[in-house]
């Protein structure tokens, strides 16, 4: 097994059992799941291997929204620092053009331009590296928490238990809220039913009435 095709689905295998976790997960525990899945196409799997690649500094990658990196515990002992067996699961807001990336092909988001011409694929390019339209990938954002009020997230927690924006409204909010050199834009919005485009496109409306009427 090549080390990148080791990696993909080391990866996949760790993604499905870190979802399932609470914050935390046992090295052993999360060891042997990714080894199962490894083997039953590639018997014979180094569990010691996976444990090094667990603790690895370079194993980050994005879990229901969030940028995952895993490193195992340290704790102090008499003759030094042993590893722990808890592999602590630590979550950092989506921050990097190269996470934000991974997050839109792990959700099919793509930003295009409405000109389909060689001048609307430069803006296409473009709008995809615009900061003000990286996603809100989680109701914690501080940039979601800026421009939606409190009582409308609330009632999207609280209220209707949503744990995170859904792809399409993640995407869709900054560009309808945040602008461009004070531009704001309109916004087409394709994806499947029953995945929020309703609320991709009534939060924003929602929240800039809210705002006007505060003045």
Same mark, same amino acid.
């Given at each position: ?33 990714i ?16 444990s ?10 994005i ?10 515990? !340290?704790?102090? @002992? /008499? &003759?030094?620092?042993?590893?722990? %067996?808890?592999? +602590?699961?630590?979550? #950092?807001?989506?921050v990097?053009?190269d996470?934000?990336?991974?997050w839109?092909?792990e959700?099919?988001?793509?930003? !295009?331009?409405? @000109? /389909? &011409?060689?001048?609307?694929?430069? %803006?296409?390019? +473009?709008l995809?590296? #615009?900061?003000?339209?990286y996603p ?13 009020? !409190?009582?409308l @997230? ?9 744990? +995170? ?51």
């Open positions: 097994m090549t080390e990148s095709v080791f990696n993909k689905e080391a990866t996949k295998a760790a993604k499905k059992a870190i979802k399932k976790a609470d914050g935390s997960i046992k090295m052993k525990k999360l060891t042997k799941k080894v199962k899945k490894l083997s039953s196409n590639h018997p014979g799997v180094d569990p010691t291997i996976i090094k690649w667990i603790s690895s500094e370079k194993n980050t990658f879990v229901n929204g969030k940028s995952v990196s895993l490193s195992r515990s !340290k704790q102090e @002992l /008499d &003759d030094g620092i042993a590893l722990n %067996k808890v592999a +602590k699961i630590t979550t #950092t807001a989506l990097s053009s996470k934000i990336e991974e839109r092909r959700h099919k988001i793509v930003l !295009k331009d409405t @000109l /389909d &011409d060689e001048e609307g694929q430069r %803006k296409s390019k +473009k995809s590296h #615009t900061k003000e339209y809100y990938a989680t109701f914690d954002s501080e940039r979601c928490k800026k421009h939606i009020p !409190k009582s @997230l609330k009632q999207c927690t609280d209220d209707n238990g949503f744990e +995170k924006p859904s792809p399409i409204q993640a995407q869709c909010w900054p560009v309808l809220l945040e602008s461009e050199n004070g531009k704001k834009r309109d916004i087409v919005g394709i994806a499947e039913t029953g995945s929020g485009k309703t609320l991709a496109f009534a939060m924003p409306a929602l929240s800039i009435m809210y705002q006007e009427d505060q003045i």
